[in-house]
């Protein structure tokens, strides 16, 4: 069978034990679920809505536990999809590029190691916006475009297994400034800051095959950084 293009979904049926498999091949994304999920407080209303755009197997559910949201996941692939559904995520079939859902039905927009595969980075952008109500919170990570992401990510991190061969396309990562002007664009202000993951625990997953590490801020964005913002309100 001919290998799949870079950056191809159906990559995600064939990984889909990854998900969940303690130390595997998706270890990392655990870690910046957790990441992501510290910077979501509390729901300040009953039935607050939490869209997770790009939601795979569910990785951001456990972190979500008793902060009092209904969790929707939006993801193309119906094998992570049943694994949301299993962890108490609702599960919807769709495209981020369009969100199969209402206008500002978002309490909460969560885009985790998402935008770096879009083809589309300015209409993805525009769908986060448009689902997010106004005063809504914004969360993201994502990669960065730059030659040392494109080192790190791709031809450093498939070497040793820190991604997955073939998952990324790097053509598709993101410039921190060019997402927080397309963003600014659809009245959400987006601040970033650098992440990393923390050097005993990266050490432990790749020598040791075990997990229970986690992503530590940095000053550099120029490998993997994180966002939060929220859409203007409506006067």
């Not at 094998?79 to 199969?100: E, F, K």
């Amino acid at each position: 069978m001919p290998s799949m293009p870079r950056n191809d979904p159906r990559q995600y049926d064939d990984l889909a034990g990854e998900w969940w498999r303690p130390g595997g091949g998706f270890e990392l994304l655990h870690w910046l679920a957790e990441a992501r999920a510290s910077l979501i407080p509390p729901a300040v209303s009953p039935g607050a809505i939490l869209v997770d755009a790009g939601c795979g197997g569910g990785l951001l559910a456990p972190h979500l536990a008793g902060k009092g949201y209904r969790h929707v996941g939006v993801d193309l692939r119906v094998s992570g999809l049943s694994l949301a559904a299993q962890r108490g995520v609702t599960p919807v079939r769709g495209d981020v590029l369009a969100l199969p859902l209402a206008t500002g039905s978002a309490d909460v927009v969560a885009a985790g190691e998402i935008l770096e595969h879009v083809t589309d980075l300015p209409a993805a952008v525009a769908e986060l916006s448009r689902v997010l109500r106004p005063g809504g919170l914004l969360v993201l990570d994502t990669v960065n475009s730059g030659a040392l992401s494109r080192f790190v990510t791709v031809t450093l991190g498939e070497w040793i297994g820190v991604a997955p061969i073939g998952l990324h396309d790097p053509a598709l990562f993101v410039d921190p400034g060019r997402l927080t002007a397309e963003f600014a664009l659809h009245g959400v202000r987006l601040e970033v800051r650098g992440l990393r993951p923390s050097a005993a625990g990266l050490f432990r997953w790749l020598a040791l095959g075990r997990g229970a590490g986690r992503i530590v801020p940095t000053r550099s964005t120029a490998v993997l950084y994180q966002g939060r913002g929220r859409k203007e309100a409506t006067p």
